[in-house]
C-alpha cells in the first residue's frame, strides 16, 4: 500500500465547495461554527490523497473495507437518529449485531455489484437516507419508521398541515460523516481480475451471515415504544425484526375468500336476525336510551389473587374487592406480561387475539390498516359519538393516528389536558383521579340525548416502581407495605394500587347518582414488572421453569363490567380480552355485529385465547394453539381465518367488517 499527496490548485473549488456545503448545513441545524471549516480541511486533504494498493493487497483489504464500512454505518445512522445521550445507552452485544447486521447488508450487495467502493457508497447512503427519514417521520409522530408502516405510508399526506421540519444537528453530523468516508473511499486504487472469484466468495459469506443472524435475532422482538427501537435494539436491527414480523404473517390452513364468506354468512345472517327480533320485541313507546359507555384500561392494574395471598399492613383495593352489585367480574386473559400495553388495548377494542400474531410484535402499531375494525365501528354504528383519552404523549404506539384510523370522533392526550401541575401528577405521570374527572367533565359536557362512548388508558402505575416517592407517603397515609418481607418495587406498586382504587371509588359514586344509563368497563393491561423475588413468593417458581398453567396464570389481569341500573351479577373465572368488548356489547343491551355474534358463540367452546395459548374445556387448562384437536381446532381455524380477512386480505368481507370512517 502506498499513501501519495498532490496539492494542486486545482482541487481548491473542491475546499470551497465543501465549505459551502458544510456551512449550509451548519447553520439549518445549529451546529457550531467551527465544524465547517474543519470538515473543510479534512476533506480537501481526503481529495489530495491517494491510497493505492496492488493486486495483492487489493484483496486483502476488501474485508477490511466492508468491516469499516458496516461500523460506520452502524454509527452514522445511530447518531443522526438519537440524541447523545440516548446514542450511548445501546449495549455492546446489540451493538455488535447492528454491526454484523450492516455488514451482511454489504457483502449482499457486494455480491451484486463486485465493486467494494460502490457496495459501501450505495449501502452507507441508503442507510442514511432511511435515518434522516425517519429522524423526519419521528418529529411528525414521535414514533419509529419501521416496515409496518410502509402500508400507511399514504395517510402521511392528509395529516401534514402545519407541521414543520427542524433540521437538527445530528443530522449535519452524521451527512458530514458519510461524505468523508465515502470520499476516503473514492481515494482508494485497487487492481481486480477476477471478479466472478469475489461474487462466488460473496455470496457463499452472505448466506452464511443470513442463517447466523436468524439464529441471532430469533429470540430478540422488536420495539416500537418512541425511540426504544434504536437505543436498545439498534434502528438496523430493529428495521430487520419490523421486515420478519411482516413475514411470519402466514394464510391461515385452508383459507380462501370462499371459506371466508362461508363462516361470515351464518353470522351476517345471525346478526340481522337478531337485531330484527329484538326491535320487534320492543313495544311502542318504550324508552331505548342507550346507555353511555365508557371503557378504562388501567396501567399494569391487578390483584395477584389468582397466584397466591399477599399480605400487606393495610387493604389494598377496599373498594374494588366490595364491588358486586349489577357487576360483571372476574380474570381475562392478557397477551403481554410487564410491558406492550397496547396490544392488551388492541385486543379489547377489535376482538381479535394476538396468538395468531409474530410474538413480539405490536399489533396496535405495525398491524392497523387505514379502515381497521373495531368497536368503535360497531358503536358508530348505533349511533354513538366515540371519545378516545390518554394522558400521555400522543405519539406513543402511532394512537394518534389509530384512534383518528379507528373513527373515534375525539382524541384528547396530555397535550390536550395540560396536565403538569404538582397536584394532578404522580412520580411525573398523571393521576388516575385527574383523568377519570376529565371522563365526568366530557360526560356533563356532552348532550343528554348523545349516545356517547369513552375509551380512556390511564398512566399512573406506569413502571418503573422503585424509588422513594413522598406523595404516596403523605396524601393517603403511610405507604403500604408486605407483611414478612420488604420490596421497594412492590411496596410502591401496592400503593399506586391503593390511589386507583380511591379514584376508582370517587368514579363509580358519580355515575351512581346520575339518571342516564351507565356502563363502566375496567380492565387491567398486563401484570406489572416487579422484581422475580416476589414472584417467586407467590408461585414458589418465579418467571421461568413454568408449566402451561402456570404461565397463563400470570397472564391474568382482573375486570369487571359495572351499571348504574339493575343487572345480574356475575363471576367469570377466565375469559380473554379479545371477548370483552363483546360482553360490553351485550351487557350495554345493543345490537352485535356479524364478528361479535361469532365471538359470542365461539366463547362458549373456547372461553379464553392470548398469545400464549387457550383454555381447552376438554382438557380442564391451557393448551397451546398448535396443540388444539376436534372441534376446538376447528374453531380456531374459523377465527384465524376471518381475522386474516379482517386485517390483512384486500379483500375484505365488509359485511362482517363494515368500516365507519371519522
Not at 454491526?99 to 467494494?116: G, Q
Not at 396501567?299 to 349489577?326: C, H, I, K, R, W
Not at 401528577?425 to 376529565?438: E, I, N, S
Request: proline share 3%; charged share 20%.
Amino acid at each position: 500500500m502506498k499513501i501519495n499527496f498532490c496539492f494542486e490548485k486545482k482541487k481548491w473549488p473542491w475546499f470551497a465547495g465543501a465549505l459551502i456545503l458544510s456551512g449550509v448545513l451548519s447553520v439549518l441545524s445549529g451546529a457550531l461554527f467551527l465544524l465547517p471549516i474543519v470538515f473543510s480541511i479534512l476533506f480537501y486533504l481526503i481529495v489530495c490523497m491517494e491510497i493505492v494498493f496492488d493486486e495483492k493487497g487489493s484483496l486483502i483489504v476488501i474485508p477490511g473495507i466492508l468491516l469499516l464500512s458496516g461500523c460506520v454505518s452502524f454509527l452514522t445512522v445511530q447518531r443522526i437518529i438519537l440524541d447523545m445521550n440516548r446514542f450511548t445507552r445501546i449495549s455492546a452485544y446489540m451493538a455488535l449485531l447492528n454491526i454484523l447486521s450492516c455488514l451482511m447488508i454489504h457483502v449482499f450487495v457486494f455480491f451484486i455489484t463486485a465493486r467494494p467502493v460502490l457496495t459501501c457508497v450505495l449501502v452507507q447512503g441508503s442507510l442514511n437516507a432511511l435515518a434522516v427519514f425517519n429522524n423526519f417521520i419521528y418529529q411528525f409522530r414521535e414514533d419509529e419508521f419501521y416496515p409496518g408502516a410502509l402500508m400507511r405510508i399514504s395517510a402521511l399526506n392528509a395529516r401534514t398541515e402545519g407541521f414543520t421540519i427542524e433540521f437538527k444537528e445530528r443530522i449535519t453530523w452524521g451527512i458530514l460523516c458519510f461524505i468523508l468516508f465515502t470520499a476516503l473511499l473514492q481515494r482508494c486504487r485497487m487492481v481486480f481480475r477476477s471478479y466472478w472469484r469475489q461474487r462466488a466468495a460473496a455470496g457463499v459469506i452472505s448466506a452464511v451471515f443470513c442463517v447466523t443472524m436468524t439464529l441471532l435475532l430469533g429470540d430478540i422482538s422488536m420495539e416500537t415504544w418512541r425511540e426504544k427501537g434504536s437505543y436498545q435494539n439498534g434502528y438496523v436491527v430493529n428495521f430487520i425484526l419490523g421486515i420478519r414480523d411482516q413475514q411470519m404473517i402466514d394464510k391461515p390452513s385452508g383459507y380462501s375468500s370462499e371459506s371466508v364468506n362461508g363462516i361470515a354468512s351464518e353470522y351476517i345472517k345471525k346478526a340481522s336476525e337478531n337485531e330484527t327480533a329484538a326491535e320487534n320485541a320492543i313495544p311502542s313507546g318504550t324508552d331505548t336510551e342507550k346507555p353511555v359507555i365508557i371503557s378504562i384500561m388501567s396501567e399494569a392494574f391487578t390483584d395477584f389473587g389468582n397466584l397466591g395471598p399477599v399480605s400487606a399492613n393495610q387493604e389494598v383495593m377496599p373498594f374494588y374487592d366490595s364491588l358486586t352489585e349489577n357487576t360483571i367480574r372476574g380474570y381475562a386473559l392478557a397477551s403481554v406480561f410487564g410491558a406492550k400495553t397496547p396490544n392488551s388495548e388492541w385486543e379489547y377494542l377489535t376482538g381479535n387475539t394476538m396468538g395468531f400474531l409474530p410474538g413480539g410484535s405490536v399489533a396496535f402499531q405495525q398491524f392497523i390498516n387505514e379502515e381497521p375494525f373495531s368497536m368503535v365501528t360497531s358503536l358508530k354504528e348505533q349511533d354513538y359519538t366515540c371519545v378516545a383519552m390518554h394522558p400521555y404523549y400522543s405519539g406513543g404506539f402511532s394512537r394518534t393516528t389509530n384512534y383518528s384510523n379507528m373513527g373515534f370522533d375525539e382524541k384528547y392526550f396530555l397535550e390536550n389536558f395540560n396536565y403538569m401541575s404538582y397536584d394532578q401528577t404522580l412520580r411525573g405521570y398523571v393521576t388516575d383521579k385527574q383523568l377519570f374527572g376529565h371522563i365526568i367533565d366530557i360526560y356533563e359536557d356532552k348532550e343528554q340525548n348523545e349516545n356517547l362512548y369513552i375509551h380512556a388508558v390511564t398512566m399512573q402505575n406506569h413502571r418503573p416502581y422503585y424509588g422513594y416517592y413522598s406523595k404516596l407517603r403523605n396524601e393517603r397515609g403511610n405507604i403500604i407495605r408486605t407483611i414478612g418481607t420488604q420490596y421497594e418495587d412492590v411496596n410502591n406498586y401496592l400503593s399506586l394500587l391503593h390511589e386507583s382504587d380511591a379514584a376508582l371509588e370517587e368514579l363509580i359514586s358519580y355515575f351512581e347518582r346520575q339518571d342516564r344509563k351507565v356502563v363502566i368497563v375496567f380492565f387491567g393491561d398486563h401484570m406489572p414488572s416487579l422484581n422475580n423475588t416476589f414472584y417467586s413468593s407467590l408461585n414458589g417458581k418465579g418467571l421461568s421453569g413454568l408449566t402451561m398453567n402456570e404461565l397463563e396464570a400470570l397472564y391474568k389481569v382482573p375486570f369487571f363490567i359495572w351499571t348504574n341500573y339493575d343487572t345480574q351479577e356475575e363471576y367469570v373465572d377466565c375469559t380473554s380480552l379479545n371477548f370483552l368488548s363483546t360482553m360490553t356489547l351485550e351487557r350495554a343491551g345493543l345490537s352485535l355485529t356479524p364478528y361479535n355474534e361469532f365471538l359470542k358463540e365461539m366463547k362458549e367452546v373456547i372461553p379464553a385465547v392470548n398469545s400464549r395459548g387457550y383454555y381447552s374445556v376438554d382438557e380442564g387448562g391451557f393448551r397451546y394453539i398448535s396443540e388444539a384437536e376436534g372441534e376446538e381446532k376447528k374453531w380456531l381455524n374459523k377465527y384465524h381465518q376471518l381475522q386474516y380477512n379482517n386485517m390483512f386480505d384486500k379483500n375484505r368481507n365488509t359485511e362482517m367488517f363494515p368500516f365507519i370512517p371519522e
